[in-house]
Structure formats: structure tokens, C-alpha cells
């Protein structure tokens, strides 16, 4: 079955970085678009980035500048790099692999930014 499992959140100051990453497994990773978004307590799921198989990236403009998406096909994971990192960046971060009509979700991973 899919599997996306998410790893790297934590506890970060204001200012700080954290990388986190999504391993998937029981899809072929290199044709899905990989996307991170995030959910603060009683917000909405929002959108923070994605990656195409082919490598371009987009991102949302609360985040541009500071975060960075990549990927590595060869171990089926996407990443995220954040930086400068501010405490509205508290939530917990989920990655989503999407092909056409097909989106598969990983559990999130909680990062909180304060001092």
C-alpha cells in the first residue's frame, strides 16, 4: 500500500532552521508531484510548495525565499528546507503525492518555531 511518512519537525527558535523530509513507498515517486502544506490550530490546511517530477518548484509567498523543496528520486523522498524560520510557521507540515486524480497523504510532522 502507499506509505508517506514525514520525519524531521521539532522544536526551533525564531531565526532557525529545520529540514524535514517524506519517504514514500508503493508508488513510482518519480512521476508524482510532491507537495508540503501545513495546518496551524484553527486553521485550514494551506498550501507551502510544490515539486514536479521534472524538478520545477513553486511556492506559496508566506514561505518564498526562506523554504526550499527538493527531491531525490533514487531514495523516493522529498524535502523541505526552512529557514529564518517565524513563529506563524508553527503547525504541523504533511507532504501529499499527487498523480491526476490520485493524492495520498503522509501522518504530518509538528514543527514549532518559539523562543
Known amino acids: 500500500q502507499v506509505q508517506l511518512v514525514e520525519s524531521g519537525g521539532g522544536l526551533v527558535q525564531p531565526g532557525g532552521s529545520l529540514r524535514l523530509s517524506c519517504a514514500a513507498s508503493?508508488?513510482?515517486?518519480?512521476?508524482?508531484?510532491m507537495s508540503w502544506y501545513r495546518q496551524a490550530p484553527g486553521n485550514q490546511r494551506e498550501w507551502v510548495a510544490n515539486i514536479s517530477p521534472g524538478g520545477p518548484t513553486v511556492y506559496a509567498d508566506s514561505v518564498k525565499g526562506r523554504f526550499t523543496i527538493s527531491r531525490d528520486n533514487a531514495k523516493n523522498t522529498v524535502y523541505l528546507e526552512m529557514n529564518s524560520l517565524k513563529p506563524e510557521d508553527t503547525a504541523v507540515y504533511y507532504c501529499k503525492a499527487s498523480l491526476g486524480p490520485n493524492g495520498y497523504w503522509g501522518q504530518g510532522t509538528q514543527v514549532t518555531v518559539s523562543s
Open positions: 508503493g508508488i513510482i515517486f518519480s512521476s508524482y508531484v
